[in-house]
């Protein structure tokens, strides 16, 4: 009897942390959740990628068997699963305006984003018991990296609700590599390759819990079978996810090799001149994404991994492995692309936290278990203030509207100002289309619309112009207005335009505005977020502006 009471209060207990840790991921994920909707001011958000996801689901509706997104680059599990609640709301009541689809958009990333937290729990709990569980669905919760990403309308999150499920498949497979549990950890395989390609690496996990189930003598033919059975599932997952791929296939394997020549040629000099691409993926993605003091858990916790190599160490490393080198051999390496290894970070650290904790306790050094303790929650702490900063990012003024209310206030209409590129995101919304049109030249069009006289200098044949000198030493506009997003990359390469411009613009402006976030919280200081890797300060540009001397 006794027994079964504790039982029973270990469950309620378990149940009660999940949902805490719940509670928590889901308070910073719906923190400024609303950032910079479309409005009168700009009619796209500040994101450039959001712009595809959202026109691409308001394409869809499964309902009506409508299943071209008329955007081919990515697979459509994302796009699909937005617009199945788009059209629920909709169908409910709910007024579907512009501002409307992209929060609806963003919600189901978030609400992805909060299920990978008990999904995280029953990978841990399974794998290496229900503390190690619980303490990694709390470490997931406060993970910075995944609750900035989970408030855009974006695949990386979901991504990573679905490996994340995979992986939690192959533990069960682990177990009992039953034909159920090979194909519910292929169908989940499936869904995640049907939100993002390369998370199909995961199905490497599910692999090498079938071979290592601790089925001693299996024979080959039923090792085989079972691989096929998971295969099956992935096929289904991944045409249930995205449909579409069926139809259109020529045009999705266009957009798929649009895709990988991107990840071979580069994003321009976003990524030039960072160093090898491992140590960019952790100085960035882990480092700035989840701070200092995680980013060496991490370190530790994959070091233990691979020196211990238990069964559940080989399952996740399958996946984890991989998809790094994936991830740090591309020439595109935005921090977002990381996400799916997050999930499992996150079950690894927990088990190093907690593993370390009870050597220490069972061989009785208490020094060194308290000091350990302490180190472990100083960690968690810090990266619980980090992640606030961070997000609280997502409800300040926003640098691209505060400089467009000086100019406002500060200027007459056909006042001249100088840029240096093209504008994008990054820059003030000199008219309300321009920060999201996705082709440079339909932007570059819209400079004409501005009230403000922009200037950009010569056009080339070929391309558009930028970086031209002349604009501050010849042309010299009342004022120059530039973004970090335009010069930060320039600077460190050291690109002769960028140097030139710059020089130019000392020598002849003065900087009469400025607009610099800081990373912020209850008083602490976590630096300029003009620091900050290109996609995790989407929200918190720096913009100067320049007054002709």
């Not at 290496?128 to 669905?137: K, M, P, Q, R, T």
């Not at 996400?339 to 970070?345: Q, R, V």
């Not at 308290?370 to 990012?393: D, H, K, N, Q």
Request: aromatic share 12%; charged share 15%.
């Amino acid at each position: 009897m006794e027994a079964k009471s504790s039982l029973r209060f270990e469950r309620a207990a378990a149940m009660f942390t999940v949902l805490a840790c719940t509670i928590v991921g889901a308070a910073f994920r719906l923190w400024g959740i609303g950032w910079e909707l479309p409005g009168k001011l700009h009619k796209f958000t500040y994101h450039p990628d959001e712009i595809f996801q959202v026109g691409a689901l308001v394409n869809l509706n499964p309902f009506a068997l409508k299943l071209d997104p008329e955007f081919y680059n990515y697979p459509s599990g994302y796009m699909n699963l937005a617009s199945v609640v788009l059209r629920l709301s909709e169908a409910y009541g709910m007024k579907i305006d512009e501002a409307n689809v992209y929060l609806i958009a963003r919600l189901v990333t978030a609400s992805l984003g909060i299920l990978t937290i008990p999904v995280i729990y029953f990978i841990g709990r399974r794998m290496y018991g229900s503390v190690v569980g619980a303490a990694a669905c709390f470490i997931y919760a406060i993970m910075p990296l995944g609750i900035i990403h989970a408030h855009f309308a974006t695949v990386d999150v979901p991504s990573a609700f679905w490996t994340a499920c995979a992986i939690f498949a192959a533990a069960a497979v682990l177990s009992k590599p039953s034909a159920k549990n090979c194909i519910l950890a292929g169908l989940a395989a499936g869904a995640a390759a049907g939100t993002k390609y390369n998370c199909a690496l995961v199905l490497l996990s599910v692999f090498t819990a079938i071979a290592v189930s601790g089925q001693r003598k299996i024979k080959v033919s039923v090792l085989f079978g079972k691989i096929g059975l998971s295969l099956l599932g992935t096929i289904i997952g991944f045409i249930a996810a995205s449909p579409g791929v069926l139809i259109w296939t020529d045009k999705y394997i266009s957009g798929f090799l649009y895709e990988l020549g991107h990840a071979a040629a580069g994003h321009g000099l976003v990524f030039a001149g960072r160093g090898p691409g491992w140590l960019d993926v952790l100085s960035s993605a882990f480092g700035s994404g989840l701070g200092i003091p995680m980013l060496a858990a991490v370190l530790l916790a994959s070091a233990l991994a691979v020196t211990r190599h238990k069964r559940e160490d080989l399952v996740i490393l399958a996946f984890v492995l991989p998809y790094f080198m994936l991830v740090a051999f591309s020439q595109v390496r935005f921090t977002r692309y990381a996400m799916p290894l997050i999930p499992p970070a996150a079950v690894l650290i927990a088990r190093l936290i907690i593993e370390i904790y009870e050597l220490l306790r069972s061989q009785r050094v208490r020094a060194a278990k308290a000091a350990w303790a302490l180190c472990s929650v100083g960690v968690v702490l810090y990266t619980i203030l980090y992640a606030a900063a961070l997000t609280r990012l997502f409800t300040e003024p926003d640098p691209r509207n505060q400089a467009f209310r000086w100019l406002r206030e500060n200027t007459l209409p056909n006042t001249s100002i100088g840029l240096a590129t093209v504008p994008w995101f990054y820059s003030p919304p000199y008219t309300p289309e321009i920060n999201g049109l996705p082709l440079a030249r339909d932007r570059y069009m819209e400079m004409k619309k501005s009230p403000w006289r922009l200037i950009i200098g010569g056009k080339s044949e070929d391309s558009l112009p930028s970086w031209q000198a002349s604009v501050p030493s010849i042309e010299k506009p009342m004022y120059i207005i530039i973004s970090d997003y335009e010069y930060e990359d320039g600077l460190r390469v050291r690109d002769p335009k960028t140097l030139e411009f710059m020089r130019q613009t000392a020598a002849n402006y003065i900087e009469k505005a400025k607009f610099a976030p800081r990373i912020q919280f209850i008083g602490l200081d976590f630096g300029p977020a003009e620091f900050l890797p290109h996609d995790l300060k989407y929200m918190a540009p720096t913009i100067r502006i320049y007054q002709r001397r």
